[in-house]
Structures are given as structure tokens and as C-alpha cells.
């Protein structure tokens, strides 16, 4: 033992401290190295995955259904790896990728050390903190969680922040060239390393020392500004092509409102127990998973504090002497109120990163690098103060305690390939040999964490990333779904299956819709969900199970399948909701025409004049709110949350109330009964509501529904009962009227069609008996009328009619299923003169589907024109008619048009899944090929811009090597 401890005391300090991170490096990424599959932001994607072609393209046909490609800034990356990396599955691309993988987790480790081994002069201490600079829980996650961009924008802006010395000039382009580099590698990191700069910056410009570590940063704002314009000309290769996709799309990334659900679940768990180990991961398996192992998971967590309290602890131990101590406090203090803030009033933090750029920070642990800077900071003061023994300890159990996933190799849990692999890529396989072209797949469970039968807890699995057919939901983080109508629209329909609302006609719709086989995983918990899926499909028609592969159930949706492009004449405005659409399909049972969620018309829009267009609704009222902008409630408290079919909502408990500012009409959307709600303003109970919907909660279904009343002051609501609580709007009553007027005369436009839900209506063979539903209430406009029956069975016993709302007198006999009547509304004007009601005679209600009353005639326009040639770069079509509309299944392309044809609206959200254009003109082309050329010159760009800024990162070699040979 002797001669080896001599031979360690002859080593140079600083060389031994290089030969124990290597040493140390080499043993704990053995785990991270993976030879048969890749991991890329967030997910396991295994061998023989299409999804490393799409990365490097403009647009990304599996992200989203389609979508702008955010991964197009890492072009200069990714490009030159997939090129050396070769064919997927082949022996090169997995040495590539563990290389890779390996090379990822130990870039904090080598730039970390290189930056402070400057000013930490103990080599131990200088150990310890590279380490848990390098391998903290933090930069765990980011590396078990495949975020590749994150871990090495992690290890350059320890470079960034505390930069080597350098001539003025060389300072200003290598930050220029570093902030550049990594914001193309991670937004997040990007805005920390422009706060580092702009908060030294500030704090130099007004008199506050500087510690030692930061004094070769720019701080001047002439050399701000060159530093500017190099970032800036750096990125253009990225900026340019997303800004112009960006100005074709609906939905922009990093835009919009964060719900209270995302803030809450992204913050869970920003506690300052999980906050001062640095494990505040928003996943429980990296927050608490990695260090979760039985009787030690006290200890553990401890020694995760341990750490971080160390560097404070000897820093505050220590004489000031290198500089002050307000830049790293400051730089501990701004992460520490953010997940605060996020974490005890998300209300608050929702409304803050609502503000332009805020979004970025809509995971608040997004900026904790910006708090392990603050420490690294601390670290340089460390001067072994008498009680250094402690302080070392402690900084050394901090060390060990974020070493254990390494070391015990838990991150292999999180890098390999799931146990379902096997049977879902059979599946995944045989759908992609047998799936038509442009059809699309749906998997349920949709959700993107699923707990199964061989997890003990949440886990990814990245299907969308594994076949080249387009799923309809795409496995993303919820969080950063930038395109929620896919996703509601995806809860909406598993609602209405877990609940058995099977539908008759849903096999049609997901045909409508582009779906053509649907996947059922049984391995899913709780068992009983998927189940109640299978029973739900089988019940529909022309759904049948074409193939079982381990735990996953293959069905195959009745043809014929939607193509990705349609066109038609005019458009249909339903509710979007899936039971809107199967009984749209069962007027129209080709389906020519274009199923436009009313949602999403403005009020003012020409197409709810245009006569082409018709309407389908069952609520006038409910159509007419349809058309307003409708907000969110302020949830001010931690409420229990619902998502009632597409729409969230929150729980108000007995004697709450709800207040809002009204400025005429205030209407609310809640699921709950009559009883349980009391309507004032300004104090003086509502004796008279305007909207009043009956809530439908027969036949195992639920829904919600609209109170609203008059009201210019506060609106209040007082709940006498549990009532849940969605979106509400206010609007002045004349705005209310002008939006009535316009659905009315929608609804005059021959081939309009309400649809009545018959298990709504109370039975009676007694025609004098009075309805008293207010929902039940019918008003026709002047005009004439078709009245039919439908039935989920045979129920040849039932019968309907209406009746006059004034007398109560029949207005057409009893119209038994299969049969079909006119009758003529009055032309005495408004009034109750056209207001019915209607009467059900059953032996069996539950069998009853729907009644129809369907203005006539009924005009179904055919097809009008074709798509002749569809391709990733272009779409051209051929219409008869002079105006039409282009149908597309999934996120509208930034195409552009060429030839006869141009935009006349939209694109709008139609038929769930798909979007609609008006055009004008018979003829055109859609084109995507200046995309192409624009990528073409990103590859040129980056391939200048990567040896820029290995120059860049040279120049201080080469002054040092200049200054030496002068000194000779």
C-alpha cells in the first residue's frame, strides 16, 4: 500500500485529478451506452424506426400529424452524424450512436473542469465539484430522458458563463458564436446563458464586485451588441425557414396559454425538499425513482442536499476574496422563485409565462442550471476553512448520492427497450405492410405515460416514432402540445368508449377521419379501460378484429378510408364532437361533404351566409355560444379537475360561489343539475334564465351544459351542490341576438339538419300531456321539413310526432322508424308560432338513437373535383367549380399556391382530425418545395457555421501560443 500511495504523491496534483474523472467517467457511462436503438428528446426509438429520416426535414410528418420541425436548428448536428452513422440497424449507425450517447454524458465532465480548474485550487475539492457539476440529478434526467441537446447545451454554458481569457475582439466573437451554438441546442439554456450575461452585465455597470470566475465575460454593451450580431447571423440558418413556416400556421410552438393542470403537474414536485437536492424532475421515476432504493431512500436524499448546502456552507466559511457574493446568490434566488411560484400559485405562473417567451419556462425546473451556475460559483471561494473536514464530507456525500443511478445502472431502465417491443413491432410491422396509403392509426390507450402490467410505474412508449404510418395521436408530452385539438379530440372519443357510449357509425367516422386500423393494448392498467374499448369497437358497425399480437388487438375500420386530400363543394358546421360526426355520416353516408367544427367560424365570417353551406346541431342556443370565444374560469384554488369530453373543468362544492364582470349576457358551461345552482347580479337573485340547457344524463352518458342570464355588473353563481365548472363567456345582448340571427338563417339553407337526441324526451302516448323540458323546445324557421326516426335496434314499436308548442296539438301523426314525413313550419314570423315539441312513444327508450328534422331538400353535393399528384413537396388539384373546399387530414402544410387557384379561407379545424381550405379557381398547385430549398441551404450554413465555432473556441490556444513565442 506503501509504494502506491508514494507513487499518487509523485503524480502532479492536476494530472491526478484529470486520471480520477477519466477513471471515474469511463466506469458509470457504461450505462448509457446502447447498441441496438438511440435515444432522441424524450423517448427509446429501437431499431428499424423511420423517425431518424424526419428529423433532418423542414416539415416532420410524425410530429403532430404533421408539422413545422423544431429539430431543424440542430441541422448542423444531426446531419453529419446520420451521414457517418450509415443505414439504420447496421453496424455502424449503433456504434455512431453509442458514441454518441457516451460522448453526451461526458462533455459537462470535461468542460467543467477545463473552466474550474483555474480557480479551485484544491484538486479535491476541484474533483467533487466536477462531478456533481457534471452528474447532479438534474442533468440526470435530462441524459435518462434521451434530451441530447439539453445535456451538451448543459456543458457549454459553463463555458459561456465563465469564460476563458481572451483578446476584446476574440471575447466578442466567441460569445456571439457560443450563445448561437447553444440556443440551437436548447431554447431553455439559451435564455439562462443571455440572463448570466445580461445580469453580470448590470450588476458590473452599477458598481457590484464580480467574482474572479466571471471577469472575463463581455460587459460592456458595444461588445453586447457585435456578440448580438454574430448570434443572430449565426442562426439565421434556422430562423429564417421556421419564420416563414411559422407565418403558414395555425398553431405556433411556444405560444399560448398553459392550462392550470400543466403548471401543476409540471411543478409537483418543486418542493424545497426536492428543490435543494436538485430532483425537482417533474416524472416521479427521475425526481424520486433513481433514488428510491428502500431503507436508503432517506439517506439518499439527504446526502442529495448534502451537496449543494456544502458549496454554501465552505463559501460562507470562507474569506470574500475573490469578488462578491450578490451574483451567485442572485443567480440561486431566480430559479428558487420561479418553482416557488410555480409550485404554490400556479395561477400566478400560468399568467406569467403566458407573456411573450414566457412559454419556455413553462416547466419551471427548466431553469435550474442558471441555480447549479449560483453554485459553482460559491465553489470558487472554497479556501478549506477549519472546519473543512465537514465541509468536504458533506460535499462528498452529495457527490456519492448523485452517483447512485449511475452506478447501480437504474438509467438502463429509462434507455432500453421496453418489454412490449416485441409485440408492439410485430404489430407496428404488419399495419405498415398492410395500411393504405395516407391512412393513418389510432392506439389505445392514447395517453403519453401509460402504467402496465410490466412497469411499476408511468413509462413512455414512443409508438409514434416507430412506424411510417401516421398515427392520429401522436405520443407527445401533453405539455408542450402545441396542437390541442388532436389531443382533445382523442379524449373526447376515449370518453365516450370508456364509458360505453359505443357508437353505431364509429367505425365510418374514424374511416372519415383517415383511421384505418385502431390498436387496443390489454397490458394497460386498470384492465378494465381497455376492455371496455374492445366491447365499445365490436359493437360498431363494420369494425372487425383482423389481427392479435401478444397483448395488442388489431381492428380494421369498414372502408373506404379517407384519402389525405379531398374536395368538395361546400362545407357542413357541426359541434366536432364524434357523436356530431357519426350522425353527420348517417345523413351523408358517402361523406361528401366537409365537417367543419362550428367552433372554430368567427361570427363575422362569410361562411355562415355562404348558401352553400348548411348546418348540423342539436341545440340552437348551444350553436349560437358555439360562435363567441369562450374562456377558461380562474382557478384561483388547487380545485379537483374533469375532463367532461373535450373540455376541462372544476369542481365547485356546496355553498361556493363564482363572480365574474358581466357586460350583458354572462353565460357558464358546468356539469351538474337545476338544483344546484342559484344565478344573481349584483346581488339580486336571477328569476329568469336566458340559456338553459338540460343536462343529458341518460343512456350512461354525460355531458355538459349552458346557464346564462342578463347581466351588465357581477355575475355570481352560488352552488347549493357539487357542480363541475368549464368555460364561460360574456357578451352584450345585441351580439348575442346578431350571433342568433346568423345560425337561424344558417339554418334556412336547404339540407340543414338538426339532430334531437331521443333518450332527452320524456315518453308519452298521451298527445295532451305537456313536455316541460325547456330543452325540448324546438324552433323551426319558415320552410319545409323532413321528420325521421333511427334506432340502435330493432324497435319497429316506437313512435314519434310533434307537437304545437301553444296548444299542444298534434302536429304530424305518430312516425314510426324507417318512415318519413313533411311538415311545414309557419310563416307567421318569430314567436311561438314555429316553437314545437316533442313527443316519444317507446316500450324501450334506451333503444331509440335519433330523432331527425332535416330542412328540405336535402341537397348532397358529390365530389367536385380530384387531387392528381400528392407527394412530401407537393399537391395539385382540379375542381368543376369555380369556388370549392380542400380537405386535408392532419396539420395544414405551409403550402403555397401556384397556378389558377388561391386561398379564399381558412385553414379551419374540420372532421376532428383534418382541416379545410377554401379555394378559388378550378385549378392549382400547393406547393412545399421552397421548404427543400431552404434545408439545402441550412446544410451549407451549418456545415460554415460549426467550423466558425471551432475557431472561435480555439483563438484563446492560439493567443496563448502567440504570447508565448513573444515572451521567447
Not at 358551461?669 to 337545476?674: D, T
Amino acid at each position: 500500500m506503501r509504494p502506491i500511495t508514494r507513487a499518487i504523491t509523485l503524480v502532479n496534483p492536476v494530472r491526478a485529478s484529470k486520471i480520477s474523472l477519466i477513471l471515474v467517467g469511463a466506469f458509470i457511462i457504461r450505462n448509457i451506452v446502447r447498441w441496438h436503438g438511440y435515444s432522441f428528446v424524450g423517448d427509446y426509438v429501437p431499431v428499424g424506426s423511420s423517425y431518424i429520416h424526419q428529423i433532418v426535414l423542414p416539415w416532420n410528418q410524425l410530429l403532430h400529424n404533421g408539422t413545422v420541425n423544431v429539430n431543424l436548428r440542430l441541422i448542423w448536428l444531426f446531419e453529419p452524424l446520420i451521414r457517418l452513422a450509415g443505414q439504420v440497424g447496421s453496424v455502424t449507425f449503433a456504434l455512431t450512436n453509442s458514441m454518441f450517447l457516451a460522448f453526451v454524458a461526458v462533455f459537462p465532465l470535461v468542460t467543467s473542469f477545463w473552466i474550474l480548474k483555474r480557480v479551485i485550487q484544491n484538486q479535491v475539492a476541484l474533483v467533487l465539484v466536477t462531478l456533481f457539476y457534471s452528474f447532479n440529478p438534474w442533468i440526470t434526467a435530462q441524459d435518462s430522458s434521451g434530451h441530447v441537446g439539453i445535456a451538451l447545451a448543459f456543458g457549454l454554458i459553463v463555458v459561456f458563463a465563465f469564460p476563458p481569457p481572451a483578446s476584446a475582439i476574440s471575447k466578442s466573437l466567441r460569445t456571439g458564436l457560443l450563445f448561437a451554438i447553444i440556443f440551437d441546442l436548447d431554447p431553455h439554456i439559451g435564455a439562462i446563458a443571455l440572463l448570466c450575461l445580461l445580469s453580470t452585465a448590470l450588476l458590473h455597470r452599477i458598481g457590484v464586485g464580480l467574482p474572479k470566475l466571471v471577469e472575463n465575460q463581455i460587459v460592456d454593451f458595444r461588445s453586447l451588441f457585435f456578440a448580438s450580431l454574430a448570434a443572430l447571423g449565426c442562426s439565421l440558418y434556422w430562423v429564417i425557414p421556421d419564420f416563414v413556416v411559422a407565418r403558414h400556421l395555425p398553431y405556433v410552438p411556444v405560444t399560448g396559454n398553459p392550462t392550470l393542470s400543466n403548471i401543476r403537474s409540471l411543478s409537483q414536485f418543486d418542493d424545497l425538499y426536492h428543490l435543494m437536492g436538485l430532483r425537482s424532475f417533474w416524472w416521479s421515476p427521475f425526481s424520486n425513482g433513481f433514488y428510491g432504493h428502500g431503507g436508503l431512500n432517506i439517506l439518499l436524499s439527504i446526502g442529495l442536499i448534502c451537496g449543494p448546502m456544502a458549496l454554501i456552507f465552505l463559501s460562507l466559511l470562507s474569506p470574500n476574496s475573490h469578488g462578491s457574493r450578490v451574483l451567485p446568490i442572485l443567480w440561486i434566488a431566480v430559479p428558487l422563485l420561479l418553482t416557488q411560484c410555480a409550485h404554490l400559485l400556479p395561477w400566478l405562473y400560468a399568467i406569467l409565462v403566458s407573456l411573450p417567451g414566457g412559454a419556455l419556462f413553462r416547466d419551471p425546473n427548466n431553469a435550474l442550471p442558471l441555480a447549479i451556475l449560483g453554485l459553482c460559483l460559491f465553489a470558487t471561494n472554497i479556501h478549506l476553512p477549519p472546519l473543512k473536514h465537514l465541509g468536504m464530507a458533506l460535499l462528498a456525500a452529495g457527490v456519492v448520492a448523485t452517483l447512485v443511478p449511475w452506478l447501480t445502472g437504474d438509467l438502463n431502465g429509462y434507455l432500453a427497450p421496453l418489454p412490449s417491443v416485441g409485440s408492439q413491432y410485430e404489430a407496428i410491422s404488419w399495419i405498415n405492410h398492410h395500411a393504405e396509403s395516407g391512412a393513418s392509426t389510432l392506439w389505445l390507450p392514447a395517453a403519453s405515460y401509460l402504467t402496465t402490467d410490466w412497469s411499476n410505474g408511468l413509462v413512455t412508449d414512443p409508438v409514434s416514432f416507430w412506424t411510417t404510418v401516421p398515427v392520429i395521436n401522436p405520443l407527445e408530452d401533453p405539455a408542450y402540445d402545441f396542437n390541442p385539438e388532436t389531443t382533445l379530440a382523442t379524449d373526447d372519443l376515449e370518453s365516450m368508449l370508456a364509458n360505453g357510449q359505443s357508437l353505431k357509425g364509429l367505425g365510418r367516422a374514424l374511416a372519415a377521419a383517415g383511421v384505418q386500423f385502431v390498436v387496443v393494448r390489454l397490458d394497460s392498467l386498470p384492465h378494465s379501460v381497455p376492455a371496455q374499448y374492445r366491447r365499445s369497437l365490436l359493437e360498431a358497425q363494420g369494425v372487425h378484429l383482423v389481427r392479435k399480437f401478444g397483448d395488442q388487438y388489431v381492428y380494421q375500420m369498414p372502408g373506404p378510408i379517407r384519402n389525405h386530400a379531398t374536395i368538395t363543394q361546400g362545407i357542413s358546421l357541426f359541434d366536432g364532437t364524434w357523436g356530431g360526426l357519426e350522425q353527420a355520416l348517417y345523413l351523408d353516408p358517402n361523406d361528401h361533404n366537409t365537417y367543419v367544427n362550428l367552433s372554430s367560424i368567427l361570427p363575422n365570417s362569410n361562411l355562415l351566409t355562404d348558401p352553400r353551406n348548411i348546418l348540423l346541431t342539436d341545440d340552437l342556443l348551444s350553436s349560437t355560444l358555439s360562435l363567441g370565444n369562450s374562456t377558461p374560469i380562474a382557478n384561483t384554488i388547487s380545485r379537483q379537475e374533469l375532463i367532461a369530453g373535450n373540455e376541462p373543468m372544476y369542481l365547485f362544492e356546496r355553498n361556493q360561489t363564482f363572480s365574474t364582470p358581466s357586460v350583458g349576457l354572462f353565460a357558464v358551461n358546468i356539469l351538474g343539475i337545476n338544483q344546484n345552482t342559484s344565478e344573481f347580479c349584483d346581488g339580486s337573485r336571477i328569476t329568469q334564465l336566458i340559456v338553459n340547457q338540460q343536462p343529458d344524463v341518460g343512456n350512461l352518458r354525460y355531458s355538459t351544459r349552458w346557464l346564462g342570464f342578463m347581466c351588465t355588473g357581477t355575475a355570481t353563481i352560488r352552488f347549493n351542490g357539487p357542480v363541475w365548472v368549464g368555460r364561460m363567456q360574456t357578451l352584450p345582448y345585441r351580439d348575442y341576438l346578431s350571433r342568433l340571427v346568423l345560425i337561424e338563417r344558417l339554418m334556412s339553407h336547404p339540407g340543414s339538419t338538426y339532430m334531437l337526441h331521443s333518450d332527452q324526451f320524456s315518453s308519452t302516448s298521451n298527445e295532451s300531456v305537456r313536455i316541460t323540458d325547456d330543452q325540448d323546445l324546438l324552433y323551426l324557421t319558415a320552410g319545409k321539413y323532413h321528420i325521421s326516426l333511427s334506432c340502435n335496434n330493432f324497435c319497429s314499436s316506437d313512435h314519434v310526432r310533434l307537437l304545437a308548442a301553444a296548444n299542444l296539438r298534434p302536429v304530424t301523426p305518430w312516425l314510426t322508424p324507417g318512415a318519413s314525413m313533411t311538415i311545414v313550419a309557419n310563416h307567421g314570423g318569430n314567436g311561438f308560432y314555429n316553437e314545437y315539441r316533442l313527443a316519444v312513444e317507446s316500450r324501450n327508450l334506451s333503444q331509440l338513437d335519433n330523432v331527425y328534422i332535416q330542412r328540405s331538400p336535402r341537397r348532397v353535393s358529390g365530389t367536385v373535383g380530384s387531387v392528381s399528384t400528392r407527394n412530401a413537396e407537393s399537391l395539385t388539384f382540379r375542381t368543376s367549380q369555380t369556388d370549392s373546399v380542400l380537405r386535408l387530414l392532419g396539420s395544414p402544410s405551409p403550402w403555397t399556391f401556384s397556378g389558377e387557384a388561391s386561398k379564399r379561407f381558412g385553414p379551419l379545424p374540420a372532421n376532428i382530425f383534418g382541416n379545410a381550405i377554401g379555394i378559388t379557381g378550378r385549378t392549382g398547385t400547393l406547393d412545399l418545395s421552397y421548404l427543400y430549398t431552404i434545408e439545402r441551404i441550412c446544410a451549407f450554413v451549418s456545415g460554415g457555421t460549426v467550423l466558425a465555432i471551432i475557431l472561435s473556441l480555439l483563438t484563446p490556444l492560439l493567443d496563448r501560443r502567440r504570447s508565448s513565442r513573444h515572451r521567447l
